[in-house]
């Protein structure tokens, strides 16, 4: 058991620093930092641009794999390099990935375990009134962007503080700034801002995972061995928990890994519109601002993520599936 | 971009291989048919989908306005005879803009899922039928690709496709949509290379890019389109997606996802901006996704019978 996570560990290691790799090279060879330096009035000497650009370990002149090398020494001792405007990429880095991670784990632990009990009760009651509900309601959420569920949820904020005649749901930022008042004031404040957002995340979660976990507990009702488990006296509420539920959670856990990327970049957009300064924010704008060590500073931090995502999947994998232990 | 197939595809494989028995009594394709048009919802949402090919494409046309010209008596005005969805912060038309980002939506949607399902044939097969290291060095590039965020390099690759043509953006989001399907189509391809026929294929002497086109692949047909179905909408949202950060399609020209970019900005005062944009790309899944179920349905033997009309 050990032995398989390691060797999935060092599989997934590979697979990180590899993305990581072509990451940083094909950001440095399409974002042309000096592009912020030139058309400036009154245009800046090619020398004082080339100094800059060294400083920032951004100049296009020296080869991208000099570069390459220079960044990964930095990496090696906790030193993302410099955005362009001359800030430590870590500093900032540390600060927003506890605004991201707030928002992607609230949301997809949320999202998931409601996708699993609305696909389970969809497959229980089968052909029902809820089941036809939840079925089409789903396949709305499916087929609409992530942004546009997003920007409807704004909309419908506005609408619900209308009606409260007081500001009851935030939608700009992840607090007020310049609030004054208690522990538990501030607490509100962060909630308050926080419901959008995760909703907008786990709407989405819920309905993919209630999909697949339906079809997945409908495998099961039919087989064999949960009428043998009820055959044998246990109780159909049991039979269904215990046995049941247990066995068409593991096609979940492959879902939840390959998932986990669709989150990363439905959270981007999140955060764009609810106005979170996230790491899915950084990267949109680090992308227009030729920012090449903050692009890769966010790949490294997706595909580590997708990689946590992947081990705790052979991990439930593990947990739920007694073949994959024994080997 | 990664979207995982519906397990029930897994299933197809059983059903693919049923495929040969299969043709007794009336013609496999006549079937199909019958099952699918049997299938209310999905029937309706053919219907839908062709009407809005209909509206990208003839819409334009009776309109007297261009997406591009701009109309300067009319700056954000809302739906009226004269402009029927409203007008833009610049006088621009609202209806042709959002027919014009429908058509260029719709047809990378269905590029993407053409070249996105061709490459999963084409890798899956060959994994499949030459084994061996072909095998572990395709499936090992798979897995590559399943990990890397395809999201993150389209968009940081997206500064070398402005004032370039759209498909290479087509190819991209392709590159990066195809591998969960090859997985599958190499599992079938696997248990399709020791059937009678493709051996007997083999020893003729018959080489094996013929014995992949004409052999396996055929087999697998019905995995294959509705395969291609299902992609259209995920193509179609990660394309949107992408444009909506301004990573996909570039301006002059405009897609769903740049008009609904442009219309949330003022979403909350001036609806009609964006409502059009939303609403169409939101019908336009909607539909894709119901016609690959019934697809699917209608191709699968066993989830004939039960289910009737559900």
């Known amino acids: 058991m050990a032995r398989f996570l390691l060797r999935r560990l060092l599989n997934y290691t590979v697979l990180v620093a590899l993305a990581t790799t072509l990451g940083y090279f094909l950001a440095g060879a399409t974002l042309h930092p000096r592009a912020n330096y030139e058309g400036r009035n009154p245009p800046l000497p090619a020398a004082v641009i080339d100094r800059q650009l060294d400083e920032l370990n951004l100049n296009d002149h020296t080869p991208v794999v000099q570069r390459f090398g220079r960044w990964l020494n930095g990496v090696a001792h906790g030193d993302f390099g410099k955005t362009v405007a001359g800030q430590s990429v870590s500093g900032e880095m540390g600060r927003r990935m506890g605004v991201s991670l707030r928002l992607l784990i609230i949301g997809s632990v949320l999202g998931g375990l409601i996708g699993v009990g609305v696909g389970v009760l969809g497959a229980v009651r089968q052909y029902r009134l809820s089941d036809y509900a939840t079925t089409a309601f789903s396949f709305l959420i499916l087929s609409t962007p992530v942004f546009l569920v997003a920007v409807l949820l704004k909309l419908g904020a506005l609408d619900v503080n209308q009606l409260a005649g007081a500001q009851l749901l935030d939608y700009t930022g992840e607090y007020t700034p310049g609030l004054s008042g208690g522990g538990v004031h501030i607490l509100l404040d962060r909630v308050s801002h926080l419901i959008l957002p995760t909703l907008s995340i786990i709407l989405g979660q819920a309905a993919f995972f209630s999909r697949y976990q339906r079809n997945a507990m409908l495998d099961v009702l039919g087989s064999d061995f949960l009428r043998t488990a009820q055959a044998k006296g246990l109780r159909r509420r049991e039979a269904l928990i215990k046995h049941g539920l247990r066995t068409a959670l593991i096609p979940m856990a492959t879902f939840f890994a390959y998932n986990f990327g669709l989150l990363l970049t439905g959270a981007a957009f999140t955060e764009k519109i609810f106005g979170w300064h996230g790491m899915g924010e950084w990267f949109v704008d680090s992308v227009s601002n030729n920012d090449v060590n903050v692009v890769v500073a966010v790949t490294l931090f997706a595909a580590v993520l997708v990689l946590i995502a992947g081990l705790l999947s052979d991990l439930a994998y593990a947990v739920l599936d007694p073949r994959v232990r024994i080997r | ?310």
């Open chain 2, 1 to 310: 971009m990664a979207i995982p197939t519906d397990p029930i595809l897994i299933d197809l494989q059983e059903a693919a291989a049923l495929e040969a028995a299969d043709d007794a009594g009336i013609g496999r394709g006549r079937l199909v048919l019958r099952r699918f048009l049997r299938r209310r919802l999905a029937v309706g949402g053919l219907v839908v989908l062709a009407l809005l090919f209909l509206l990208a494409f003839a819409g334009p046309h009776i309109s007297r306005w261009d997406y591009q010209t701009p109309d300067f008596e009319a700056f954000l005005q809302p739906p009226s005879t004269s402009h029927w969805f409203g007008t833009s912060q610049i006088g621009q038309d609202v209806y042709a803009q959002t027919l014009r980002g429908l058509q260029k939506s719709l047809i990378i949607g269905l590029l993407t899922a053409l070249f996105s399902t061709g490459i999963a044939a084409v890798v899956g097969a060959c994994a499949g039928y030459f084994g061996g290291w072909a095998d572990r060095v395709l499936m090992w590039f798979v897995d590559l690709l399943l990990v890397l965020p395809g999201f993150l390099i389209i968009a940081i690759l997206s500064p070398t496709f402005r004032g370039r043509t759209w498909l290479l953006f087509v190819f991209l989001l392709a590159a990066f949509s195809w591998m969960i399907t090859a997985r599958v189509v190499r599992g079938l391809s696997l248990s399709l290379r020791e059937r009678e026929f493709v051996q007997a294929a083999r020893f003729m002497g018959v080489p094996p890019a013929v014995i992949i086109a004409r052999h396996l692949l055929p087999n697998m047909s019905s995995l294959l389109i509705i395969d291609a179905t299902i992609n259209v909408g995920g193509a179609i949202l990660a394309e949107t997606g992408l444009s909506y950060f301004g990573f996909g399609v570039q301006p002059p020209d405009v897609s769903l996802g740049t008009l609904i970019a442009d219309g949330t900005r003022s979403a909350l005062t001036f609806p009609w901006l964006f409502l059009f944009a939303g609403g169409l790309l939101i019908l336009t899944v909607l539909a894709v996704s119901v016609v690959g179920d019934g697809l699917r349905d209608a191709f699968d033997p066993n989830a004939a019978a039960p289910r009737g009309q559900a």
